[in-house]
């Protein structure tokens, strides 16, 4: 008799356990669901090593992007709107590295790759919000080289403090309005599943875990590949017309090489990885090309914001100056 009882309370509790991973958002429900995320699939050594190069990696990323935006802050030679602009894509490269990197750490050093339900969703808020605000920064960055090179004249004029305050504030509001339309549209969502193909939590490997239509979670997501799309296309329409530019003066040529080529890389490198995995996600096979697959879906995580403040600062000779005076009166207070 007891032994029944036993039974049937094992069966009862694994039946919560199944209903629970159905719905996570059930209300009365005291249990937590947990994803299992994708693996490395190496050795603890290599795990080792794996976790102390990114462990170094986080951290030169931090430096590199606090340094050139703390530069900017302190020399006014810098407070130009191309320089603004620039520490406002440091900052979200911090803000993206901060995202990824610390859950990335601890699958490293564990066996099993597990993460919460509420975890999974910060997650996905934190590394959207950095996509969408780091495409709609760099299309600001287009347009300030543009009016810069196409109408130097105006510059100025144009580019008035009040304009530069609102379009660093644009990327932001829009890169959160996109990520909370995302959310409520997910989170709504009753699971099947639990398994999620990918190093880290996306929107669309868990939209994909639902046990309901998700028609409306993939037109919202067409809609955000033709917003970005948009925002590609006037930053290709913006070079078309620096580039015509260029042809015509010796000057601009040089000012182009300086103040554009830096963003082209930038923008070329970040385009091509995050559009990669955007269309492996919804279109690859999951059973092939595993590695090629992880290293594009954290490239654009990790690259980015590493290569950004290095690119500029290597790049731009005011930057690299301020840089300089910087590192030395740091070196000369701790002598």
Same mark, same amino acid.
Request: with cysteine.
């Given at each position: 008799?007891?032994?029944?009882?036993?039974?049937?309370?094992?069966? @009862?509790?694994?039946?919560?356990?199944?209903?629970?991973l159905?719905?996570?958002?059930?209300? @009365?429900?005291?249990h937590? !669901?947990?994803?299992?995320l994708?693996?490395?699939? +190496?050795?603890k050594? #290599?795990?080792?090593?794996?976790?102390?190069?990114?462990?170094?990696?986080?951290? =030169? *990323?931090?430096?590199? #992007?606090?340094?050139l935006?703390?530069?900017? &802050?302190? +020399?006014?030679?810098?407070?130009?709107? &191309?320089?603004?602009?620039?520490?406002?894509?440091?900052?979200?490269?911090?803000?993206?590295? %901060?995202?990824?990197?610390?859950?990335?750490?601890?699958?490293?050093?564990?066996?099993?790759?597990?993460?919460?339900?509420?975890?999974?969703?910060?997650?996905?808020?934190?590394? /959207? %919000?950095?996509?969408?605000?780091?495409?709609?920064?760099?299309?600001?960055?287009?347009?300030?080289?543009?009016?810069?090179?196409?109408?130097?004249?105006?510059?100025h004029?144009?580019? *008035? $403090?009040?304009?530069?305050?609102?379009?660093?504030?644009? $990327?932001?509001?829009?890169? =959160?309005?996109? %990520?909370?339309?995302g /959310?409520?549209l997910?989170?709504?969502? $009753?699971?099947?599943?639990?398994?999620? +193909?990918?190093? /880290?939590?996306?929107?669309?490997?868990?939209?994909?875990?639902?046990c309901?239509?998700?028609?409306v @979670? @993939?037109?919202?997501?067409?809609?955000?590949?033709v917003s #970005?799309?948009?925002?590609?296309?006037?930053?290709?329409?913006?070079?078309?017309?620096?580039?015509?530019?260029?042809?015509?003066?010796?000057?601009?040529?040089?000012?182009? &090489?300086? *103040?554009?080529?830096?963003?082209?890389?930038?923008?070329?490198?970040?385009?091509?990885?995050?559009?990669?995995?955007?269309?492996?996600?919804?279109?690859?096979?999951?059973?092939?090309?595993?590695?090629?697959?992880?290293? =594009?879906?954290?490239?654009?995580?990790?690259?980015?914001?590493?290569?950004? $403040?290095l690119?500029?600062?290597?790049?731009?000779?005011?930057?690299?100056?301020s840089?300089?005076?910087?590192?030395?009166r740091k070196?000369?207070a701790l !002598?």
């Open positions: 008799m007891i032994y029944a009882k036993k039974k049937r309370f094992i069966k @009862n509790k694994t039946c919560l356990s199944a209903c629970h159905r719905s996570p958002n059930m209300e @009365n429900s005291s937590e !669901m947990f994803f299992f994708s693996t490395l699939n +190496d050795t050594s #290599n795990k080792l090593i794996y976790f102390s190069c990114s462990f170094l990696i986080y951290l =030169f *990323t931090i430096f590199v #992007n606090l340094t935006v703390v530069s900017v &802050m302190l +020399d006014r030679v810098l407070h130009e709107p &191309m320089y603004i602009f620039l520490c406002n894509l440091c900052v979200n490269g911090i803000y993206g590295a %901060t995202g990824f990197y610390p859950k990335f750490l601890l699958d490293l050093l564990s066996d099993s790759h597990v993460i919460s339900y509420s975890a999974c969703l910060a997650q996905i808020c934190l590394v /959207y %919000t950095y996509v969408f605000c780091q495409l709609s920064n760099l299309t600001v960055m287009a347009y300030d080289r543009y009016v810069a090179i196409c109408k130097p004249l105006k510059y004029p144009i580019m *008035t $403090p009040g304009k530069v305050g609102k379009l660093l504030l644009l $990327p932001w509001l829009i890169s =959160f309005c996109e %990520t909370l339309v /959310y409520i997910m989170a709504r969502l $009753p699971l099947c599943g639990f398994k999620i +193909d990918k190093l /880290y939590c996306t929107s669309w490997d868990v939209v994909k875990l639902s309901v239509d998700t028609s @979670n @993939n037109l919202y997501g067409y809609i955000i590949l #970005n799309f948009i925002q590609a296309l006037l930053i290709v329409i913006s070079y078309f017309h620096i580039i015509r530019a260029c042809l015509q003066s010796k000057a601009e040529q040089n000012k182009f &090489m300086e *103040t554009c080529l830096p963003h082209l890389i930038t923008l070329t490198t970040f385009y091509v990885s995050a559009a990669f995995d955007a269309l492996y996600a919804r279109y690859g096979s999951s059973s092939s090309l595993q590695g090629l697959r992880n290293f =594009f879906s954290i490239e654009y995580l990790i690259i980015p914001p590493l290569l950004d $403040p690119i500029y600062g290597l790049k731009l000779k005011q930057i690299r100056r840089v300089w005076r910087l590192l030395s070196v000369s !002598m």
